[in-house]
Every structure is written in C-alpha cells, then in structure tokens.
C-alpha cells in the first residue's frame, strides 16, 4: 500500500537534503577544521555529504561542518525563506511567525546574513564621478545591557554616515566620526579612496561641497544627478524605521544590506545565498556574531 504524504513532510525533508548537498558540492577542505591538520582520509557518505577522518584528532568531518548553517537545527529551507523574507525587508515578528521560529532565532540568524554580508561590500576605490552625501544619525544604545545607564551618563551624540557612489557598481556608507566633522576622519576614511583623476559631485553638506571644490580645482561640470546618494537621508531612514532602531555597534553591518539592496545588479535572494554568503570558506561562528561596541 501506497502511504499518501499529505502534508508534504517526505518532499520537504528531501529537498531539503538535496539543497543542502547542492549548496556544499563545491565548497573545498583544506584542513580539519578541527585541528587545522591537512592529513584526513575520505570517511562515507551521510546524507549524500563527503565525509572526512581526520588522522591527527580523530575527528570526522565534511563540507559542511562550519558553515553558516552547520550549527542550526532548523531544515535549510527555512534558511532560504529566512533569506528571502529578509530581502523583502520582511520584520522579525513577521519572519518569526511565518516560519515558526522564535524571535530570538530570527534576530540571530538576521545577524548571521549581516555579519556574512559586510565582510567585503564596500569598494576598494571610487572613480569617475563621485557623488558624496551624508546623513546624521542619532547614536543608539538599543540591546546594549547597560543602555539606560550609557543614555543619562552620556548624551546620544550624532553620528556622521558618509555616503559615496563612483561610476562602478558598488557604494560607499558608512559611519564616519561623531559629534561634528572631522576634516582628518573623512580624508583617512572616505576622500582616500576617491581616485584623483576623479570628480566629486556634492549634496547638501557644506564640509562636502568645500572639499569637492578643491577637489575639482573649481571646475563644475554638468552631471547626472545620482538619487541614491541625494535621497540617501530619507531611503535610510525608511529602510533603518524597518527594523524599528539599529543598534549603533551593528549600523555597519545592516548598511551592507542596505547598500546590496541599492546595487543595479539584480541580486535574488537564491543569488545572494550563493555568491556571497558562501563565496570561499566563510565560516561563520557565533562568538563572531558579537562584535565590539564601536560603530567606526
Ligand atoms: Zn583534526
């Protein structure tokens, strides 16, 4: 006799083993991840994975032990739809009850994507033309365990969020210095990687448009104007309003969400799983899910 699967359960558990073995195929051993040594034999199969003997620790392992799901209990297709709701800009509470997991889950698996996601999202230089904007945002303390005693001690001061576009496609934003500008700051940090042959196109911030002018040697030519950076202010803050407040120590890694999601690059959430969360070995661990407190 046939057994009918209504709900699905037998389909569900086998996509799920074959997207797990799919995402991991490719994905090379080098060492034990263990131990670090390089001497390990081939050890089976489970669930279709290599697996690995380690000769040193005696340790199996395979592609998958490290990476970025290898410590969730949770099935990777809802890995995958985490990921997509996250790319719709889709609330905690929303991901939480649609996918049937905890808050606490969704906000550490949210960190988890982020913390893969900024690792390389911001350009090397910026050529062309350069615009260059800036937002201020108020310091928050959100989630810190001490948030109300740093509030009374210490005013929230207002942090400078540069933004920068070149003529490639990637973005510049990030937190640049507190409190007011600081000349030396921006040129380290922002004017360092904008190539010389370059022109810089201002928006709205007299510190910007005095440094474009000499950087420009007074020229003014006509350029197109770039609304991501001009409207930086208002689309951040919308994008920022989402998540209901962003901790300052963790701004750095939501805006590499937020530049991804403002690339022309078509990126779907399928894409984004492969080519950045598991370009080369990314091995995600939680103690790196907690990072310092500064936001710089
Ligand atoms: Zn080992």
């Given amino acids: 006799m046939l057994q009918h699967d209504v709900e699905l359960k037998k389909i569900d558990l086998h996509t ?39 000769k040193v620790c005696e340790k199996t392992f ?64 910026l050529s062309g033309v350069v615009h260059v904007g800036k937002v201020i945002l108020k310091e928050n303390f ?24 070149g003529q490639e496609d990637s973005m510049f934003i990030k937190p640049i210095f507190k409190h007011q500008w600081d000349k030396i700051a921006f040129n380290e940090k922002v004017y360092s990687k904008i190539e010389k042959k370059s022109y810089i196109a201002p928006y709205g911030d007299s510190y910007i448009k005095s440094i474009a002018r000499r950087h420009n040697r007074n020229k003014s030519i006509k350029v197109e104007t770039e609304y991501r950076i001009k ?39 399928m894409d984004l799983i492969y080519d950045r969360l598991f370009e080369g070995n990314r091995f995600i661990k939680i103690a790196e899910i907690r990072i310092m407190n500064s936001p710089f």
């Fill in 142 to 165: 959100k989630g810190c365990r001490n948030a109300e005693i740093i509030a009374s001690a210490t005013p929230r001061e207002d942090l400078w969020v540069i933004g920068a576009k």
């Fill in 16 to 54: 799920n083993k074959v997207i797990k073995r799919d995402f991991y195929k490719d994905r090379v051993v080098e060492v034990c991840p263990i131990c670090g040594s390089s001497w390990y034999i081939k050890y089976g199969f489970y669930n279709g994975i290599q697996r690995y003997k380690c």
């Fill in 62 to 125: 395979s592609h998958t032990t490290n990476s970025l799901w290898s410590y969730s209990k949770k099935n990777t297709r809802t890995w995958l739809e985490f990921t997509e709701l996250m790319t719709e800009n889709k609330t905690l509470k929303f991901c939480a009850e649609k996918l049937h997991i905890s808050i606490g889950t969704a906000f550490y698996w949210r960190h988890k994507i982020l913390q893969a996601l900024s690792i390389d999202s911001t350009p090397d230089s």
């Fill in 231 to 269: 409207y930086l202010w208002p689309n951040l803050k919308k994008w920022l309003s989402i998540f209901h407040g962003v901790a300052s120590k963790y701004l750095k890694r939501y805006l590499s969400f937020f530049i991804i999601m403002n690339l022309d690059k078509v990126i779907d959430y």
